[in-house]
């Protein structure tokens, strides 16, 4: 800590916007704040980019982590003698985060390499080739930062540790092993079914009554095997709740979301030369993102300045309008709006009312965190769980694992030819919705427990150790050829956990009140959700501007620079 | 490369295009020049590689490079390094037209010629080849060009087996990669590589493999014809087999001048009348063989010398294959009864047309009475021509049925040999029929229907011998008339295999057969007359087979069909007596069979559709006087005739004049003038009735 440099002051001191966190969504509003040719001032206490949507060292983590997890202090009493004409609103923060678990098997090994590691903290997340994301990065260019990868297959998962190729295309159903005849011409029926249906053929138009009526019952219509409407379900639309318990089922697909999403799924594939599978994962993580929508911010002038924390809001002490904030460092800045990372929340002093002009707006996001928690875990390796390939995911859909599991667990497996971790190692990411914490640590661990050996703490420490040695041999050896896996395990043998951390993540909401506020991370696999929100975010504080307009295009990007290094 | 919608062009592609053209015409021109000059500067021809790099299809242009190669290294101060640059030259003048156009047949041939030079690395040719298969995987010049290099290299038949399952594997619908693969499995099934299974092993697989593709898929068409492929390679079998005789084995031959039998003591199925002093041994094979003779065929008989039996093909092209072959023995004067011996491929010579021997050596024999002769029943008197009227038939409900069931047992040689190796044959047919079913359960699918009606056929061809019944016709022939409702486009396909499936049904048992025998009775002699006559009229047949079952028919009905060909009828030797009344018979061409039916004497092809159509295309299809096989034949004096009637009925002097008929009826047909029945009469000068006139 005392390697931090004092705070530098802020020239000027008056700002049209500023944000405060730069997670992704920040990140997205101070690059479309700033084509729009808004001053931005964008500030983290934080020494790195992406909040919460960061990927930070190994032993970053875990502080990051415990740093969100403390309940927030009582406000304090509102320094209401302040000379100037503004009122202080002291800034909290929330606890974000619960049911930290760090556990490590291999501690020399990991310490020494700490800084080789980029883990995401809101994991497992991929990019579908045709989502909303890649039209974002291809449409502001800001793909020029960044390279992909190629996430290569998608598995389903059962409770005996069995791993089942998902036919998601032509070719993967006519090479399938699992699936019978009849599936697979059932399977490609359907595909072709919906196919016809999106491209507008007159003779195959699934009809409106269906298209409402909930995605499971249209399927079961289609008389799809149990089998193949799990994989629709859950490995290619992403439903996260098991669909066929209406009563614990909080999020019914419909027909209609459900074809979308095998749209967007299909409409992936394929579509980048070099990407084999439907999902891409960047380079060094996905913290990449926010880093990359920053740097096209200050291409168009939006000043950056990290470990800048932020004490306190400033209102007009006679309007109760927002004026600006005050920073650590006891500098006022000034500006007309405000956007703040989901960290941090306003205390009303007690027993004052929120400034009358603010008030009347309504609320156009929930304010109630009703949305439950999500279980994340984060779990490194050094061999594959599958042997010949490295980066995938493995979707454990409802009541696959365990009877009262009621959400899908998904895991994805990325591996060191992403530069996320050592050489010859692998990064599992694994998450749950959840309505506890109990709930959540049970999914995590069912996941686990199907897929690695957890050596016990007390006794297998030693033998760790000494494995630790032989890895860290292995390591150099195995650095040209990182994406083969362990080559040296038999295919029945589970991979042995090095280091985990499990953890629940609030799925606070982003919110239009007295300020505006980012939302967190969310249970989905991709970012379609959150782009919405903040494109909601943009238009309400802006809404005579262009999000991100098209002639803003410095250089226009054909489709294939967006392509993944291979 | 494949369905990519074609663009009108824009007016400045049209400039450019012109431009090109300009261009190319200049090149064009003085390329000639070097050419016809002879010109073999390297300025002339580096002028020679822009032509072709604007235009690959210039053949000429890669003639004139082959020229220049061959020229350059003809010169006496030529060394292996300058041979090398030149031939380097030409595949970079390759590879660069085949950027500009890589479905260039010019310069794919031009490649190969290169490279047969062999000064060439063969390493790179796979490289090349890789990338123009990312370009277009279906690449047909590609995966042309990809065998000739693999054989160059002496690259493994699995290699590139496994090559086209990578293939597959990334599109299957890859019509190019099935093909290769078929090419592939062939070569590797006569070589019987050592390590490599025979069929037995392999075509499972191979089926697992290609269902994969047909459910996955059925839309598309190239598994389709992968899996055709498999059925064809499960159903034939390598070696020819003999697959019945006239006369079968323990036959009792009755060889009878008068045809009026009635009460004698031998069967009408086996008595036959003969006034041409001979009578014919037929073999039918299973399928086209040649090199029959009198050393791979014995026929041992008091009467005639092997070496004097020409056995003869009867085929509709006058190759020498066919699966029909014919020898006369000659009929002894006296009162005979002797026991004749046929051994068929004792020794070597019988070899089908795709190469394997005759390595099923078989025997039969039977006796032949000689009866002394009374009077000829084909003796076409006022009161005595044949008139196959519905009245003049009776059902042959024989008092003697004992003996009808025993000739007709008699009727097909059993191949005991072919049952013991080809189990596995059937039970992947079963196993396929099954599959087929069960695609058929979850959806319509117009292919899906042949290829369970296909497989059916094979089934029960293949398991009649030890069934003795097709249990699946019905099937078949529900299959074949759904298949004429819904794919309207190919009816005629459909009716030609629903025919075909009907007439194995009824030739398949004693009992649906004898319900189309009919003994012929004059309206005059009381008598039941003659040999049996099968009835197969109005039966809505489109083509005529199961000829294999029917080689001892001399009277045939086929009235009242919707016979457009009878193609295959040559092998009914014994036919005297033939009707082919109302049916859609187009041309004379199409009579073309009856030439090799010797004993034919009466014929009646009235109300059919001959000279309906101007344009006879079936002279495309069969020999006919305008093709060149036939003028081999023919004799060249024949042709130059004086007579103006027979110059402008040639077809009808081609057809006509090898017949030997009594009788013809020819009513009902457009070319059936008055005009046209006096060149008839000409060209037959034998002919005693026609239309029911007699002739003076």
């Not at chain 1, 959150?530 to 054909?558: A, C, G, H, M, R």
């Not at chain 2, 056995?311 to 072959?325: C, D, E, G, Y």
């Not at chain 2, 032949?368 to 003049?392: C, G, K, W, Y």
């Not at chain 2, 402008?648 to 005009?675: M, P, R, S």
Request: net charge negative; proline share 5%.
């Amino acid at each position: 800590m005392d390697d931090i440099p004092p705070y530098p002051p802020i020239d000027p001191t008056t700002f049209d916007l500023i944000v405060i966190g730069t997670g992704l969504p920040e990140s997205i509003i101070a690059a479309a704040a700033s084509t729009a040719s808004k001053s931005v001032l964008h500030l983290d206490p934080n020494p790195f980019y992406g909040s919460h949507f960061s990927s930070l060292p190994l032993a970053d983590l875990p502080s990051f982590l415990s740093s969100h997890s403390t309940s927030p202090s009582p406000p304090r009493s509102p320094s209401s003698d302040d000379p100037n004409e503004f009122s202080l609103l002291e800034f909290a923060t929330r606890p974000l985060y619960s049911f930290i678990d760090i556990s490590t098997f291999s501690p020399n090994l990991l310490d020494q390499h700490s800084r080789k590691f980029n883990l995401d903290v809101a994991g497992p997340r991929v990019l579908f080739c045709a989502d909303k994301s890649i039209e974002l990065l291809l449409r502001t260019g800001t793909n020029q930062y960044m390279e992909f990868k190629s996430v290569d297959a998608t598995f389903v998962g059962d409770n005996k540790g069995n791993l089942w190729s998902v036919p998601d295309s032509r070719a993967a159903i006519f090479k399938d092993k699992s699936l019978g005849l009849v599936e697979k011409n059932k399977l490609m029926r359907f595909f072709k079914l919906v196919h016809g249906h999106l491209a507008g053929e007159q003779d195959v138009k699934i009809s409106e009554e269906d298209l409402q009526s909930p995605f499971v019952d249209f399927l079961n219509k289609m008389g799809l095997p149990p089998k193949i409407k799990s994989f629709i379900l859950y490995a290619i639309a992403m439903a996260d709740y098991d669909q066929e318990d209406t009563g614990v089922c909080r999020d019914l697909l419909k027909t209609k979301d459900g074809i979308d999403q095998l749209a967007l799924y299909n409409a992936s594939i394929g579509r980048f030369q070099n990407a084999s599978g439907a999902f891409l994962y960047p380079i060094y993580g996905q913290g990449e993102l926010s880093q990359a929508f920053c740097r096209r911010a200050a291409v168009k002038g939006c000043l950056y300045v990290l470990r800048m924390p932020v004490t306190a809001l400033l209102v007009d002490k006679d309007t109760g309008c927002y004026k600006g904030v005050r920073l650590a460092s006891g500098q006022d800045i000034f500006s007309q709006k405000l956007i703040l990372d989901p960290t941090f929340k306003v205390t009303l002093p007690l027993g004052s009312s929120p400034p009358l002009p603010l008030k009347e707006k309504l609320p156009f996001f929930s304010l109630k965190d009703d949305k439950g928690k999500i279980a994340r875990g984060i779990c490194i390796t050094k061999t594959s769980l599958k042997p010949d390939i490295s980066n995938f995911l493995v979707v454990y859909p409802p009541r696959s694992l365990f009877p009262e599991q009621v959400t899908s667990i998904r895991l994805l497996q990325i591996a060191s030819n992403l530069a996320v971790c050592l050489p010859g190692m692998f990064v599992l990411y694994i998450s749950a919705l959840c309505n506890d914490d109990d709930q959540g640590k049970k999914l995590i661990h069912a996941v686990m427990n199907t897929l690695l050996t957890v050596p016990l703490d007390s006794e297998s420490n030693a033998a760790v150790q000494s494995e630790t040695a032989e890895i860290g041999s292995a390591v150099q050896d195995e650095t040209s050829e990182s994406s083969s896996g362990g080559p040296s395990d038999s295919g029945e043998e589970k991979p042995t956990l090095l280091w985990s951390a499990l953890y629940s993540q609030e799925l606070t909401l982003g919110q239009v009140d007295f300020i505006c506020s980012t939302p967190m991370p969310d249970g989905k696999l991709n970012y379609n959700d959150l782009i919405d929100t903040t494109f909601k975010i943009f238009q309400e504080i802006y809404p005579e501007e262009e999000f991100f307009p098209e002639t803003s295009l410095e250089n226009p990007e054909v489709d294939g620079d967006a392509s993944p290094e291979t | 490369m494949h369905g990519r919608p074609r663009k009108a062009p824009k007016p400045e592609e049209e400039a450019a295009s012109v431009a090109k053209a300009q261009k190319l015409r200049a090149l064009q021109t003085q390329f000639f020049s070097f050419h016809h000059n002879k010109i073999y500067t390297k300025e002339a021809v580096e002028l020679s590689a822009k032509l072709l790099e604007i235009n690959p299809e210039s053949y000429t242009a890669w003639n004139y490079r082959k020229l220049a190669v061959e020229h350059y290294l003809s010169q006496p101060d030529c060394n292996p390094d300058w041979i090398k640059s030149v031939l380097d030259d030409e595949l970079r003048v390759v590879e660069n037209a085949l950027r500009q156009n890589f479905k260039s047949y010019g310069a794919w041939h031009h490649r190969k010629w290169v490279i047969s030079k062999g000064h060439s690395s063969i390493d790179n040719e796979l490289r090349l080849l890789d990338k123009f298969q990312k370009a277009d995987s279906r690449n047909f010049h590609a995966w042309n060009y990809r065998r000739f290099v693999a054989e160059s290299m002496k690259r493994s038949e699995q290699d590139e087996l496994k090559y086209t399952e990578d293939m597959i594997y990334k599109n299957f619908s890859n019509y190019s990669a099935w093909h290769n693969r078929s090419v592939l499995l062939s070569a590797l099934f006569e070589k019987k590589a050592e390590g490599f299974l025979s069929k037995e092993k392999v075509l499972p697989e191979e089926y697992e493999f290609i269902h994969q593709a047909i459910f996955t898929d059925p839309d598309d068409q190239s598994g389709w014809f992968y899996h055709l492929w498999l059925l064809d390679q499960t159903v034939t079998t390598d070696s020819p087999l003999l697959a019945s005789s006239w006369p079968g084995h323990g036959y009792d031959v009755f060889l009878v001048e008068d045809r009026c039998y009635n009460g004698s003591a031998f069967s009408p199925f086996t008595a036959l009348h003969s006034d041409s002093g001979s009578f014919p041994i037929v073999l039918y094979f299973n399928q086209p063989v040649g090199g029959v003779s009198s050393s791979t065929v014995t026929v041992e008989c008091g009467f005639n010398k092997n070496e004097d039996l020409l056995w003869k093909p009867l085929s509709a092209s006058n190759s020498q294959t066919a699966r029909v072959w014919v020898a006369h023995l000659k009929i002894p004067s006296s009162d005979l009864l002797s026991t004749v011996e046929v051994s068929v491929g004792h020794s070597k010579g019988i070899i089908s047309t795709r190469g394997f021997e005759y390595s099923h050596p078989s025997m039969f024999s039977f006796k032949v009475h000689v009866q002394p002769m009374e009077r000829d029943f084909f003796q076409v008197s006022v009161a005595e021509s044949i008139s196959l009227r519905e009245e003049n038939f009776k059902i042959y409900g024989s008092q003697s049925e004992e003996s009808i069931i025993n000739s007709f047992n008699q009727l097909s040689i059993k191949n005991g040999h072919e049952s013991t190796a080809s189990n596995w044959r059937s039970e992947a047919l079963a196993k396929e029929i099954e599959c087929f079913r069960e695609l058929l359960s979850l959806m319509d699918c117009k292919i899906g229907k042949l290829t369970l009606a296909r497989l059916l056929m094979a089934y029960d061809v293949m398991s009649y011998p030890f069934a003795n019944k097709l249990v699946h016709s019905e099937e078949v022939l529900e299959l074949c008339s759904d298949l004429m409702k819904l794919d309207p486009t190919h009816y005629q396909y459909y009716k030609d295999e629903h025919s075909m499936v009907l007439l194995q049904k009824v030739t398949s048992s004693k009992e649906s057969l004898l319900q189309h025998c009919f003994q012929y009775k004059d309206s005059v002699s009381s008598a039941i007359c003659g040999p049996i006559c099968l009835r197969l009229s109005n039966l809505s047949l489109s083509r005529m087979g199961a000829f294999e079952k029917l080689l001892w028919v001399q009277m045939l009905d086929l009235s009242h069909n919707e016979l457009q060909s009878i193609e295959g009828l040559e092998a009914m030797q014994l036919l005297s007596c033939l009707s082919l009344r109302n049916n859609k018979l187009r041309s004379l061409t199409a009579l073309e069979p009856l030439r090799k039916l010797k004993l034919l004497r009466v014929l009646d092809i009235s109300y059919n559709q001959i000279g309906d159509h101007s344009i006879d295309t079936t002279r495309y299809l069969c020999s006919s006087p305008l093709s060149h096989s036939v003028g081999s034949e023919s004799n060249k004096d024949e042709t130059v005739t004086s007579d103006v009637a027979l110059i402008d009925n040639w077809e009808a002097f081609y057809i006509f004049k090898d017949f030997n008929l009594n009788q013809l009826e020819i009513v009902g047909n457009t070319i059936a003038d008055e005009k046209f029945k006096s060149v008839l009469v000409k060209i037959m000068p034998k002919l005693k009735q026609l239309d029911g006139k007699l002739l003076g």
